[in-house]
């Protein structure tokens, strides 16, 4: 199915405000030691302001798109009467560890798919940052700093991997025997590159790409929470980009095996064979 360039930017504008309202929690964040509770291990944190973001994007999407699904990080999903076949995947806070460390790499994520799984509009709002990246299926990708205006975004100069300087960005499993196996791989994975950064927020990784700043990205692991807005603002801004292929939070899946199985990249069109094939 098509649509219309009015719903599309409908969409656009929901998810804007939904990652808004999230980031405005976050940027409540006042230096102070914040309290926390571990998730997955000593390295992985939930805060309050990661619930808190996710009540206040889900309170937008409840009020303004009441028949759509939404999948979240903390809070599953909410499944509504006579859905519209509309799905918001959102992640309220990507970076927590960041957060709590209080480095600026961090992030609300807002994306939505249509009953067929194409992705129709992300966001991912970065406050610490003062910066927003948004997308809509074939309109392109734009990027705004301490909202200014937009400029339009064009993915990586190409030419930088033979010059050298290409900069790969990645990430790495928190549990310690798949980071020792990614650790392993990670000469093989550098061919090609100058140089490799981790900033510990996928969704802003992919957003880089997009701008330029890093030349090509790829990680295992990810949940689609995690890449569904960058992914698609990086492959509006005409980057190469592979999402993996994972069962559905409406599945109930994916698996955390299938999870760490899959990658998810992004690049200039030259480093499009750069990554293992899943």
């Known amino acids: 199915m098509d649509y219309t360039e009015d719903f599309l930017a409908e969409l656009l504008t929901t998810a804007r405000r939904a990652a808004a309202a999230g980031a405005a ?16 291990s000593g390295s992985d944190w939930v805060t309050e302001f990661d619930l808190a973001a996710e009540r206040a994007v889900r309170a937008v999407l409840a009020d303004e798109r009441p028949r759509d699904i939404v999948t979240g990080e903390e809070q599953g999903t909410t499944i509504v009467d006579s859905p519209s076949g509309f799905r918001w995947s959102i992640d309220p806070l990507d970076g927590t560890t960041n957060f709590i460390r209080d480095i600026v790499y961090y992030a609300t994520s807002v994306a939505v798919a249509d009953d067929h799984g194409r992705w129709l509009a992300g966001v991912v709002h970065a406050p610490a940052l003062r910066r927003e990246y948004w997308a809509v299926r074939g ?23 033979s010059a050298g300087s290409a900069l790969l960005a990645t990430g790495f499993s928190y549990d310690p025997a798949i980071r020792a196996e990614q650790a392993r791989a990670l000469p093989a994975l550098m061919d090609g590159f100058g140089d490799m950064r981790r900033l510990g927020s996928a969704a802003l990784d992919l957003c880089l790409v997009a701008d330029g700043t890093h030349d090509a990205y790829g990680e295992r692991g990810l949940n ?11 492959e509006e801004a005409g980057c190469w980009v592979r999402r ?4 559905s939070p409406l599945e109930g899946g994916p698996t955390p095996e299938e999870r760490l199985a899959l990658w998810t990249c992004a690049g200039g069109i030259e480093f499009s064979g750069r990554f293992p094939v899943e």
């Open 139 to 161: 309109g392109g990708a734009f990027r705004a700093d301490d909202g200014g205006d937009p400029r339009p975004l064009d993915g990586p100069i190409p030419g930088r991997d």
């Open 224 to 234: 689609e929470h995690d890449f569904a807005a960058g992914a698609l603002i990086a």
């Open 244 to 247: 993996p292929q994972l069962t």
């Open 25 to 40: 929690v976050l940027s409540g964040r006042d230096g102070a030691r914040l309290s926390q509770e571990t998730k997955s």
